[in-house]
Nanobody, 111 residues
């Protein structure tokens, strides 16, 4: 049974940082691309960042230079380091690989 478990969300002030983690069981992250998505209230879910099997990364323009996706093959975990957070980054963040999704972790950026 495949499970993806996100953690690390919370309330942070604008300009602050958070690191999200996505731990996998029942599947090996290094065998497929892994993405972080987010869904803000009243908006559609959007892809934020992806890391490929080979370790290449891609980001949406709005987070380039602020977010970094990475993978720890030993821990079978993918991370999303988020710096210089803005109120518009507020959303539920999900990790995804193949057809599997986690349940999400809420990030709230507010003063």
């Amino acid at each position: 049974q495949v499970q993806l478990l996100e953690s690390g969300g919370g309330l942070v002030q604008p300009g602050g940082s958070l690191r999200l983690s996505c731990a996998a069981s029942g599947i090996i992250f290094s065998t497929s691309a892994v993405g972080w998505y987010r869904q803000a209230p009243g908006k559609q879910r959007e892809a934020v960042a992806v890391i490929t099997i080979g370790g290449s990364t891609n980001y949406i323009n709005s987070v380039k230079g602020r977010f970094t996706i990475s993978r720890d093959n030993v821990k079978n975990t993918v991370y999303l380091q988020m710096n210089s957070l803005k109120p518009e980054d507020t959303a539920v963040y999900y990790c995804q690989t193949k057809t599997y999704w986690g349940k999400g972790t809420l990030v709230t950026v507010s003063s």
